[in-house]
Protein backbone atom coordinates (compact mmCIF):
# COMPACT_ATOMS: atom_id res chain seq x y z
CA UNK A 1 0.00 0.00 0.00
CA UNK A 2 1.60 3.27 -1.36
CA UNK A 3 -0.21 5.56 0.76
CA UNK A 4 1.94 7.05 3.37
CA UNK A 5 0.18 9.28 6.43
CA UNK A 6 1.75 12.08 8.13
CA UNK A 7 0.23 13.17 11.25
CA UNK A 8 0.02 15.36 14.06
CA UNK A 9 -1.63 12.87 16.43
CA UNK A 10 1.43 11.30 16.99
CA UNK A 11 2.91 12.36 20.02
CA UNK A 12 6.72 11.04 20.72
CA UNK A 13 7.83 8.15 22.07
CA UNK A 14 8.08 9.38 25.58
CA UNK A 15 4.06 9.24 25.01
CA UNK A 16 3.97 5.85 23.96
CA UNK A 17 6.04 4.69 26.38
CA UNK A 18 3.93 6.24 29.21
CA UNK A 19 0.69 3.79 27.71
CA UNK A 20 2.62 1.06 28.17
CA UNK A 21 2.82 1.92 31.57
CA UNK A 22 -0.36 3.21 32.20
CA UNK A 23 -2.50 0.92 30.33
CA UNK A 24 -0.78 -2.36 31.81
CA UNK A 25 -0.98 -0.43 35.27
CA UNK A 26 3.08 -0.78 36.21
CA UNK A 27 4.99 0.78 38.44
CA UNK A 28 6.76 3.68 36.59
CA UNK A 29 9.46 3.27 39.56
CA UNK A 30 10.04 -0.36 38.76
CA UNK A 31 9.53 -0.40 34.87
CA UNK A 32 9.30 -4.53 33.50
CA UNK A 33 12.23 -3.53 30.97
CA UNK A 34 11.76 -6.46 28.89
CA UNK A 35 7.68 -6.51 28.73
CA UNK A 36 7.47 -2.52 28.09
CA UNK A 37 10.54 -3.30 24.95
CA UNK A 38 8.49 -6.13 23.71
CA UNK A 39 5.41 -3.89 23.25
CA UNK A 40 7.04 -0.71 22.01
CA UNK A 41 8.68 -2.73 19.42
CA UNK A 42 5.49 -4.44 18.39
CA UNK A 43 3.85 -1.04 18.23
CA UNK A 44 6.84 0.26 15.60
CA UNK A 45 6.21 -2.72 13.56
CA UNK A 46 2.12 -2.27 13.22
CA UNK A 47 3.11 1.79 12.34
CA UNK A 48 5.52 0.09 10.09
CA UNK A 49 3.18 -2.45 8.03
CA UNK A 50 0.72 0.28 7.78
CA UNK A 51 2.85 3.04 6.34
CA UNK A 52 2.67 5.19 9.32
CA UNK A 53 5.16 8.07 9.13
CA UNK A 54 7.72 6.68 12.05
CA UNK A 55 9.83 10.42 12.99
CA UNK A 56 13.53 9.08 13.97
CA UNK A 57 12.84 9.36 17.91
CA UNK A 58 10.66 6.50 18.12
CA UNK A 59 13.46 4.51 16.66
CA UNK A 60 15.95 6.07 18.79
CA UNK A 61 14.48 5.04 21.95
CA UNK A 62 13.81 1.37 20.26
CA UNK A 63 18.20 1.03 20.51
CA UNK A 64 18.02 2.90 23.70
CA UNK A 65 15.47 0.32 25.25
CA UNK A 66 17.21 -2.75 23.90
CA UNK A 67 20.07 -1.34 25.34
CA UNK A 68 18.78 -0.58 29.27
CA UNK A 69 17.22 -4.59 28.49
CA UNK A 70 20.88 -6.02 27.15
CA UNK A 71 22.75 -4.63 30.40
CA UNK A 72 19.85 -5.62 32.44
CA UNK A 73 20.62 -9.57 31.28
CA UNK A 74 24.19 -9.24 32.54
CA UNK A 75 25.14 -10.91 35.45
CA UNK A 76 26.50 -8.35 38.05
CA UNK A 77 29.89 -8.38 38.44
CA UNK A 78 30.96 -8.65 42.02
CA UNK A 79 34.90 -7.28 42.29
CA UNK A 80 36.70 -7.63 46.12
CA UNK A 81 36.42 -4.17 47.50
CA UNK A 82 34.23 -3.06 45.01
CA UNK A 83 30.94 -1.10 45.98
CA UNK A 84 27.74 -3.47 46.17
CA UNK A 85 25.58 -0.65 45.06
CA UNK A 86 24.84 -0.51 40.93
CA UNK A 87 23.35 1.83 39.08
CA UNK A 88 20.21 0.68 37.77
CA UNK A 89 19.97 1.06 34.09
CA UNK A 90 16.59 2.33 34.06
CA UNK A 91 17.27 4.98 35.98
CA UNK A 92 17.75 7.83 33.13
CA UNK A 93 14.75 7.06 31.22
CA UNK A 94 12.79 6.77 34.56
CA UNK A 95 13.59 10.25 35.49
CA UNK A 96 12.79 11.45 31.87
CA UNK A 97 9.79 9.84 31.83
CA UNK A 98 8.67 11.57 35.15
CA UNK A 99 10.03 14.80 34.23
CA UNK A 100 7.98 14.61 31.00
CA UNK A 101 4.91 13.37 32.86
CA UNK A 102 5.40 16.92 34.72
CA UNK A 103 5.73 18.96 32.00
CA UNK A 104 2.13 17.69 30.08
CA UNK A 105 0.85 18.23 33.37
CA UNK A 106 1.78 21.76 33.50
CA UNK A 107 1.40 22.20 29.80
CA UNK A 108 -2.42 20.83 30.43
CA UNK A 109 -2.92 23.08 33.59
CA UNK A 110 -2.38 26.44 31.21
CA UNK A 111 -3.92 25.19 28.40
CA UNK A 112 -7.01 25.13 31.09
CA UNK A 113 -6.26 28.03 32.17
CA UNK A 114 -6.50 29.61 28.62
CA UNK A 115 -9.67 28.05 27.98
CA UNK A 116 -11.30 29.17 30.75
CA UNK A 117 -10.15 33.14 30.41
CA UNK A 118 -12.08 32.40 27.01
CA UNK A 119 -15.22 31.15 28.28
CA UNK A 120 -14.69 34.84 30.51
CA UNK A 121 -15.05 36.87 27.05
CA UNK A 122 -16.97 34.44 25.04
CA UNK A 123 -18.67 36.14 22.17
CA UNK A 124 -22.77 36.00 22.49
CA UNK A 125 -23.77 33.79 19.62
CA UNK A 126 -26.33 35.56 17.28
CA UNK A 127 -28.04 32.24 15.83
CA UNK A 128 -27.97 28.59 16.69
CA UNK A 129 -26.19 28.18 13.60
CA UNK A 130 -23.50 30.42 14.74
CA UNK A 131 -21.74 27.25 16.46
CA UNK A 132 -22.09 24.43 18.09
CA UNK A 133 -25.26 23.48 20.53
CA UNK A 134 -24.69 23.57 23.84
CA UNK A 135 -24.17 20.38 25.87
CA UNK A 136 -26.82 19.36 27.76
CA UNK A 137 -25.86 18.90 31.17
CA UNK A 138 -26.45 15.04 31.89
CA UNK A 139 -24.58 14.37 28.68
CA UNK A 140 -21.93 11.54 28.89
CA UNK A 141 -18.70 12.92 28.84
CA UNK A 142 -16.03 11.30 26.59
CA UNK A 143 -11.94 11.23 26.53
CA UNK A 144 -10.49 11.82 23.22
CA UNK A 145 -8.88 8.25 22.39
CA UNK A 146 -5.02 8.57 21.49
CA UNK A 147 -3.03 7.17 18.39
CA UNK A 148 -1.99 4.47 20.16
CA UNK A 149 -5.73 3.73 21.78
CA UNK A 150 -6.52 3.29 17.95
CA UNK A 151 -3.38 1.36 17.23
CA UNK A 152 -4.65 -1.11 20.38
CA UNK A 153 -7.72 -1.78 18.48
CA UNK A 154 -6.71 -2.33 15.57
CA UNK A 155 -4.40 -4.68 16.63
CA UNK A 156 -7.31 -6.20 18.40
CA UNK A 157 -9.06 -6.65 15.80
CA UNK A 158 -6.48 -8.33 13.30
CA UNK A 159 -6.08 -10.91 16.02
CA UNK A 160 -9.64 -11.75 16.50
CA UNK A 161 -10.44 -12.11 12.68
CA UNK A 162 -10.73 -15.45 11.08
CA UNK A 163 -7.42 -16.78 9.61
CA UNK A 164 -9.30 -17.99 6.42
CA UNK A 165 -9.27 -14.39 5.66
CA UNK A 166 -6.21 -13.16 5.67
CA UNK A 167 -5.16 -15.41 3.27
CA UNK A 168 -8.03 -15.02 0.74
CA UNK A 169 -7.09 -13.60 -2.82
CA UNK A 170 -9.53 -10.22 -3.60
CA UNK A 171 -8.83 -7.54 -5.71
CA UNK A 172 -7.70 -4.26 -4.12
CA UNK A 173 -11.00 -2.77 -4.48
CA UNK A 174 -11.17 -0.76 -1.16
CA UNK A 175 -9.61 2.90 -1.51
CA UNK A 176 -8.92 5.14 1.51
CA UNK A 177 -11.46 7.81 -0.28
CA UNK A 178 -14.51 5.67 -0.49
CA UNK A 179 -13.88 4.63 2.90
CA UNK A 180 -13.70 7.85 4.50
CA UNK A 181 -17.58 9.05 2.54
CA UNK A 182 -18.75 5.84 4.01
CA UNK A 183 -17.86 6.40 7.94
CA UNK A 184 -19.21 9.54 7.10
CA UNK A 185 -22.53 8.51 5.42
CA UNK A 186 -22.71 5.70 8.62
CA UNK A 187 -22.33 9.31 11.05
CA UNK A 188 -25.66 10.57 9.48
CA UNK A 189 -27.49 7.80 10.45
CA UNK A 190 -26.04 7.08 13.79
CA UNK A 191 -24.56 9.44 16.19
CA UNK A 192 -21.91 7.15 17.40
CA UNK A 193 -20.13 4.03 15.52
CA UNK A 194 -18.22 1.30 17.89
CA UNK A 195 -15.04 0.89 15.98
CA UNK A 196 -15.46 -2.34 16.49
CA UNK A 197 -18.18 -2.73 14.54
CA UNK A 198 -16.61 -0.82 11.53
CA UNK A 199 -13.75 -3.36 11.68
CA UNK A 200 -15.44 -6.17 12.42
CA UNK A 201 -17.61 -4.87 8.98
CA UNK A 202 -14.74 -5.79 6.83
CA UNK A 203 -15.10 -8.60 4.43
CA UNK A 204 -11.18 -9.05 3.85
CA UNK A 205 -7.92 -7.65 5.72
CA UNK A 206 -7.45 -5.22 2.90
CA UNK A 207 -10.69 -3.31 3.97
CA UNK A 208 -9.87 -3.76 7.48
CA UNK A 209 -6.56 -1.68 7.14
CA UNK A 210 -8.11 0.91 4.62
CA UNK A 211 -10.85 1.61 7.37
CA UNK A 212 -8.44 2.53 10.07
CA UNK A 213 -6.46 4.94 7.89
CA UNK A 214 -9.84 6.17 6.52
CA UNK A 215 -10.78 7.00 9.96
CA UNK A 216 -6.82 8.73 10.88
CA UNK A 217 -7.36 10.48 8.10
CA UNK A 218 -10.85 11.49 9.28
CA UNK A 219 -8.91 12.68 12.28
CA UNK A 220 -6.70 14.33 10.83
CA UNK A 221 -9.52 16.72 8.83
CA UNK A 222 -11.20 17.12 12.04
CA UNK A 223 -13.99 16.00 10.88
CA UNK A 224 -14.29 12.40 13.41
CA UNK A 225 -12.89 12.08 16.77
CA UNK A 226 -12.35 8.50 18.81
CA UNK A 227 -13.66 8.76 21.72
CA UNK A 228 -13.83 6.77 25.47
CA UNK A 229 -16.35 6.73 28.05
CA UNK A 230 -13.44 5.31 30.04
CA UNK A 231 -9.85 5.19 29.82
CA UNK A 232 -8.88 2.68 27.79
CA UNK A 233 -12.01 1.42 27.18
CA UNK A 234 -14.10 0.53 24.27
CA UNK A 235 -13.77 3.27 21.51
CA UNK A 236 -15.95 5.37 19.20
CA UNK A 237 -16.39 7.12 16.81
CA UNK A 238 -18.39 10.75 16.50
CA UNK A 239 -18.37 13.79 14.58
CA UNK A 240 -16.98 16.57 16.53
CA UNK A 241 -18.80 17.65 19.45
CA UNK A 242 -17.64 20.17 22.53
CA UNK A 243 -18.36 16.95 25.26
CA UNK A 244 -15.08 15.23 24.73
CA UNK A 245 -12.81 15.78 27.08
CA UNK A 246 -8.99 16.35 24.83
CA UNK A 247 -6.44 13.72 24.86
CA UNK A 248 -4.08 16.20 27.14
CA UNK A 249 -6.45 16.04 29.64
CA UNK A 250 -6.59 11.99 30.40
CA UNK A 251 -3.78 12.14 32.80
CA UNK A 252 -5.49 14.78 34.70
CA UNK A 253 -8.99 12.72 35.12
CA UNK A 254 -6.46 9.63 35.75
CA UNK A 255 -4.99 10.54 39.16
CA UNK A 256 -8.02 12.31 40.26
Do not use: C, W
Request: aromatic share 8%; charged share 25%.
Amino acid sequence: MSYKIKLQLFEGPLDLLLYLVKKDHLNIYDIPIAQVTEQYLAYLELMKNLDLNIAGEFLVMAATLLQIKSKMLLPAQEEPGAAAEETDPREELIQQLLEYERFKQIAQELRTREQSQQEIYKRPKTSAAAGPQDVPKDAPMYFEASIFDLITAFSKAMEETPKGLFYSVVKDEFTIGEKVHDILHKLLLEATLPLSRLFGEAKNKIEMIVTFLAILELIRLKEIVAVQQELFGDIQVVRNQNNIIPYGQRNQAQSN
